[in-house]
């Protein structure tokens, strides 16, 4: 029995075909434990272009003040996760929404307020609820938010949140699930990338904007024990894997 999370950026979750389905299901009837983490950056900036608030991003992550972490909210609770957790009850797999203050499921902290406002880390998951869950073949689908301590409401990048709940649950593996397949270099897409040369790709610019958190995140979760991680825009084929090659 293995432990999976799968991480879906925003695109992703708007394109979950019933090849994804088929492979959700499958890997339940194997008995393994599914976690959810979605996105929804693509929502989150809509809906404030919408609003005429403007949208400003610094290595990848967005500034967040008070408004933008309203909007945040609304978005990422309000349009996302229903439509994901309906997508899972119209094909019959038992799936229940969760966020930050669903029995404190992601404890968090403020990063750097004076750059980036109300953006969080996470420093606690409730594993014992996501275990609990599981138990009972139910599908976590996690929000990208976060609180901390006393209460207050934070916005937290999902791959950052997927790879704290992979690493937490020492899940064996991690897929982030974005728009492209895997990791590009030179114009290839990469089947393997040894996690030593992730710092040469930040610094050579290979990869750049949404990408960055998503080799971050691989890097932490690999060193807290996750098995193996995976970048791609879907669950059937493993895209690129960054390891320990
Ligand atoms: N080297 C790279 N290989 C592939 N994609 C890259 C690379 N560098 C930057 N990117 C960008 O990262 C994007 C994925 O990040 P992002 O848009 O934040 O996705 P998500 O919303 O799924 O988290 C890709 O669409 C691509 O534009
Ligand atoms: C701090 C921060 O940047 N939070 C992200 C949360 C959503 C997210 O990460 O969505 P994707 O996975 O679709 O990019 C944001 O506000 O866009």
């Known amino acids: 029995m293995k432990t999976i999370v799968v991480k879906m950026g925003g695109v ?6 019933f090849e994804f389905f088929q492979q959700i299901k499958l890997w339940q009837a194997q008995g393994h434990n599914i976690v ?5 950056g693509n929502y989150i900036s809509q809906m404030m272009e919408k609003m005429n608030v403007p949208v400003e991003k610094k290595n990848g992550l ?17 349009q996302v996760q229903p ?13 229940l929404g969760l966020n930050a203050a669903s029995d404190r ?22 594993i014992y609820l996501l ?13 990208p938010l976060g609180m901390t301590e006393d209460g207050q409401w934070l916005n937290i990048n999902a791959d950052d949140v997927a790879a ?41 610019k290979i990869v750049t904007g949404g990408m960055l958190p998503k080799i971050e995140s691989a890097k932490k979760a690999l060193k807290a024990g996750v098995g193996a991680v995976f970048i791609n825009n879907c669950i059937s084929s493993k895209g690129t894997e960054i390891g320990a090659f």
């Open 12 to 17: 992703a979750s708007d394109n979950l075909d």
């Open 36 to 40: 959810i983490v979605h996105g929804g």
């Open 62 to 78: 967005r500034v967040t003040n008070q408004v933008a972490l309203d909007i945040a909210r609304l978005a990422l609770l309000g």
């Open 83 to 95: 439509m994901l957790t309906g997508r899972f009850q119209a094909e019959q797999i038992s799936a």
């Open 105 to 126: 499921l992601i404890e968090g902290h403020i990063i750097d307020f004076h750059k980036f406002g109300y953006v969080g880390q996470v420093d606690k998951i409730n």
């Open 131 to 143: 275990e609990n869950l599981m138990e009972i073949r139910q599908v976590p689908i996690i929000a």
């Open 164 to 204: 704290q709940v992979a690493s937490q649950l020492q899940a064996d593996e991690l897929y982030l699930l974005t728009d492209v397949p895997g990791i590009k270099k030179e114009n290839i897409w990469m089947k393997k990338i040894p996690t030593e040369e992730i710092d040469e790709l930040k610094d050579k």
